[in-house]
């Protein structure tokens, strides 16, 4: 029985041609700066957004590691949301390495306003930790893949200026929001002073990240990316994977949207599913099951080849991307109309 997983943009294998690109990378060592495929990659992915410098760096987690310990710092506090990714599911290493005090705000659909920013922020007292950094998420994984809009990000952004207080974006699916709404990754960081830049999930990398910033904040994220032992050599091999998913996988993403809008509206009319559909946005779709064990469901989904994830006691989440085709999305279907629960 071949699998349709759905598990996670994560899962995504590379390519034929993505193998080739690898296959045939130049390489140095990095650590020197003389791999010319890492240094490529760093400066597209800086020319895409518009900034001063870029560092690839071996995960997302890294990605948002680095920045966090520089620009948060140690007995300052971070502001971000509630259900951040950074918060919940980067193993505590905001406190734990970078020494910083993660302070959760509300906000509907992944978004934190001025408003609610706020009440958050902690200055002057010398017995206090106060507020060094906000950090953002786009798209905001668990509050199902839902993006930042323009007039949202100018409002922070002038907010968090007038307080002197830079922000950090967690774009692990950025890409994806770009897509959704339109607006160019430029667009995007330039209500930011840093990002981390997922390869690895829609783009269908095998791994890496890139944060991007100025070349001061750059070059210290280069120190720390040592310190952590995040220096490579000949990592060519793997940033050619990332180059080319930049240069050839950015405009398939909305292709991976409409598939989760199709699982979506197929789940809502499924009998045993409930979705939010003003949630589903990009590729990830989380779906309640009133009065079923999501465990349950998930082993049936699976015993029928659909791989899905249970988050909650009533709640799955499904992720589409390249790893998935129009055909088995909608075998797919066919497998979610005909469950047996």
Request: aromatic share 4%; glycine share 10%; net charge negative.
């Amino acid at each position: 029985m071949n699998t349709i997983e759905l598990r996670s943009d994560t899962f995504t294998r590379p390519t034929e041609a993505m193998r080739k690109a690898m296959y045939e990378a130049e390489v140095g060592d990095d650590v020197y700066g003389e791999d010319p495929t890492i240094n490529a990659l760093e400066e597209k992915t800086a020319e895409l957004c518009g900034a001063e410098a870029a560092l690839f760096v071996s995960s997302g987690t890294m990605g948002n590691l680095i920045p966090l310990t520089i620009l948060g710092g140690r007995g300052k506090e971070v502001i971000l949301h509630e259900n951040a990714h950074i918060l919940h599911h980067e193993v505590g290493g905001i406190a734990a390495v970078a020494g910083t005090v993660p302070i959760a705000a509300p906000g509907e659909k992944g978004i934190l306003t001025p408003q609610t920013v706020a009440g958050c922020i902690k200055e002057n007292d010398y017995d206090i930790a106060h507020t060094s950094l906000i950090a953002i998420e786009n798209t905001h994984n668990f509050e199902g893949g839902t993006c930042w809009q323009k007039d949202d990000l100018a409002a922070l952004a002038a907010f968090a200026s007038s307080k002197g207080i830079p922000i950090h974006m967690d774009g692990a699916r950025c890409f994806n929001a770009c897509a959704a709404t339109g607006m160019s990754l430029a667009d995007v960081f330039s209500y930011v002073g840093s990002a981390n830049l997922c390869l690895s999930k829609g783009l269908g990398a095998p791994v890496g990240s890139m944060i991007a910033g100025d070349r001061s904040l750059i070059e210290e994220s280069r120190r720390w990316r040592k310190i952590l032992g995040g220096g490579m050599r000949q990592a060519g091999v793997v940033a050619a994977a990332g180059l080319y998913a930049l240069e050839h996988n950015r405009e398939r993403l909305a292709e991976d949207h409409d598939h989760a809008r199709e699982l979506a509206e197929c789940l809502n009319s499924s009998g045993w599913a409930e979705v939010d559909l003003s949630r589903v946005e990009t590729n990830i779709v989380f779906f309640k099951t009133p009065g079923r064990d999501a465990k349950g469901v998930e082993a049936k989904l699976a015993e029928k080849g659909v791989m899905v994830i249970a988050t909650a006691p009533e709640e799955l989440r499904l992720v589409t991307s390249l790893e998935v085709n129009s055909g088995q999305i909608k075998e797919a279907c066919r497998i979610i109309r005909d469950l047996d629960l």
